[in-house]
């Protein structure tokens, strides 16, 4: 696999961060501490570069109803200025990627598909551009994953850290943004489009800019959060703070073998607000239907070790699951795994074990998330 460099990427060897191949691309894994990384986001703030994530632009007349047709959410009921967390499927069913839709005017949309998802998710897309019943959609689907960096400043203090970095006279574009809506404002001297989302649990904000003022608007944030006890996050923290979030991970807890009902998506999924077909329509219709025979659960560890992905979830002995990620919550105290179990055992308060290489460790079917943040 062709190893991909972030626009960041020298900046983060100045900081001794320890590399770690994710989706082809070569990431931070940690700077220093993951687990100081993590505390900082809690109670702070982290700077993550999550320029390996990918920006798919798709344009022109037809763009919201090649969205509906394109994603399994309905896309062009979406508000100017807002996001929706969505799902493409194949025609199977099957989770080709979870991803979040930006808009900016009936004509303009960003998709912002996952790391090592970017090629396969814009190539269907380009695919499906052709597909309409009624003939080609007048759409233009346009990859700009290689020309965008995206940084993320994730925790409590974000907000703050933000304003110092913006003429007065745009803090309230700032301030009175809302969860999943953004707007286009000038941050440390550079155009960026400002979004509040984020995979950590925590309140922040991710900022999109060309890769040519990537650098400089990591020094800026960094520099004005310093007051504020920003340190820069790797993905190991990135990790431990969405599972703790109960934030699905594709290739973890999504993939072409799972449905979004598994998943506990199918609210996502736009069976009945939107009309005419979408692609995975009857294969999702059917799904549905039938029913899920293992639904994705949050194990809460009753004693202090934790179960990793892949490790068997079992119940009296007999396997009736899987792990799909685990490990210590350092928020918590205690281990926490999100697992995809038989529907029978997945009712709340469930008493199950996780086979821990040969050594059985007791567990509980606990809700999702296993983190929220105070407001």
Request: net charge negative; with cysteine.
């Amino acid at each position: 696999m062709t190893e991909n460099y972030t626009a960041l990427y020298e900046e983060h060897k100045k900081l001794g961060a320890s590399f770690t191949d994710f989706g082809g691309w070569q990431m931070p894994l940690k700077y220093s501490s993951e687990l100081a990384e993590h505390h900082a986001v809690r109670n702070a703030a982290g700077l993550f570069d999550l320029s390996h994530m990918g920006e798919v632009w798709v344009t022109g007349p037809d763009a919201g109803a090649f969205l509906d047709y394109a994603l399994v959410g309905k896309l062009s009921a979406i508000a100017d200025g807002k996001a929706k967390y969505s799902l493409i499927c194949n025609a199977d069913g099957g989770i080709i990627d979870d991803l979040i839709t930006y808009r900016f005017g009936d004509e303009k949309y960003l998709v912002v598909p996952n790391a090592g998802n970017a090629p396969t998710v814009a190539a269907a897309m380009e695919e499906r551009a052709g597909s309409g019943k009624e003939g080609n959609f007048d759409v233009k689907v346009e990859d700009a994953s290689a020309a965008t960096s995206l940084v993320a400043v994730q925790g409590p203090k974000a907000e703050a850290i933000l304003l110092k970095l913006t003429d007065e006279a745009q803090h309230a574009l700032v301030t009175d943004l809302k969860y999943y809506a953004f707007n286009e404002l000038t941050i440390a001297g550079h155009n960026v489009i400002l979004a509040r989302t984020g995979y950590t649990g925590e309140d922040g904000f991710e900022l999109f800019v060309p890769n040519d003022a990537a650098a400089s608007l990591w020094a800026s944030i960094a520099a004005a959060g310093e007051e504020f006890g920003i340190i820069p996050c790797g993905l190991a923290a990135r990790d431990s703070l969405r599972l703790e979030a109960g934030m699905p991970l594709y290739g973890n807890e999504l993939s072409l073998e799972r449905s979004p009902f598994d998943a506990g998506l199918g609210p996502v999924v736009a069976l009945k607000s939107k009309e005419g077909d979408f692609v995975g329509r009857s294969a999702l219709e059917a799904a549905k239907e039938a029913g899920s025979k293992r639904k994705l659960v949050g194990l809460k560890g009753l004693g202090r070790r934790a179960g990793r992905g892949g490790y068997p979830v079992l119940k009296d002995g007999n396997v009736v699951g899987e792990v799909t990620s685990g490990q210590p919550s350092p928020t918590l105290g205690y281990p926490v795994a999100m697992a995809y179990v038989d529907v029978e055992q997945s009712e709340l308060g469930t008493a199950l074990d996780i086979d821990l290489r040969g050594k059985v460790e007791p567990f509980e079917v606990i809700a999702l998330p296993f983190y929220k943040r105070q407001k």
